[in-house]
């Protein structure tokens, strides 16, 4: 779907230029773009080997583990019918790396996690906890949020680091109301086992 909007948007652009003259302007406006793009993943990439060694250096120190372990009682109240410990801990790492802002470190552990949760008998239970999961990894609340702030630095901000309790409250609030209407959907779906 993203493929067909951004070539539908790329063709608009390109016979809209056509059609007004100005094809210099989409090609000068493709080049900066280029240029643009692989500055920004550039510094992007340097940002996420810092996280990336801090995090690695973290999980050394045994401060992931313990975080890890911090996550299994709140985790359990939301899956507390989940029987298998796989799961639960693929979940667990997967919400450890969220909160350390840690995306791109966090998919695979979200993609193992929804293969373990994939694998219980299916039931309402089965269906409410991969919603329950899909909601934590999209809320993703950031106690760190570097890729933000790191795009915030290179568009110039003086403090790059302010958007980290606006983002902590709104990710916050985002995960409260989704998860009072995940049991809310599935209280109202009959046969829920709750």
């Not at 029987?83 to 801990?89: M, Q, S, V, Y």
């Not at 996690?113 to 994939?118: D, F, I, P, T, V």
């Not at 299916?122 to 899909?134: D, G, Q």
């Amino acid at each position: 779907m993203l493929v067909f909007i951004l070539s539908a948007m790329i063709s608009a652009s390109v016979l809209y230029s056509f059609y007004t003259g100005d094809t210099g302007g989409v090609s000068a406006a493709a080049l900066t773009g280029c240029g643009s793009a692989v500055s920004l993943c550039i510094d992007l990439a340097g940002a996420m080997a810092l996280w990336g060694g801090l995090m690695a250096v973290a999980e050394k120190c045994g401060i992931t583990n313990a975080l890890n372990k911090l996550l299994q009682k709140p985790l359990g109240m939301l899956f507390k019918a989940l029987p298998d410990p796989a799961a639960k801990k693929s979940i667990s790492l997967n919400i450890t790396a969220n909160l350390l802002g840690l995306g791109n470190a966090a998919t695979p552990l979200g993609i193992a996690a929804m293969k373990e949760l994939c694998k219980q008998p299916e039931s309402a239970l089965k269906r409410r906890h991969i919603a329950t999961f899909i909601l934590l990894n999209t809320a993703s609340i950031q106690l760190i949020p570097m890729t933000v702030s790191a795009m915030r630095l290179e568009h110039g901000a003086p403090d790059p680091w302010d958007c980290t309790l606006p983002t902590i409250l709104t990710s916050a609030c985002t995960l409260i109301f989704g998860l009072v209407l995940v049991r809310m959907i599935f209280a109202v779906r009959k046969g829920d086992a709750r």
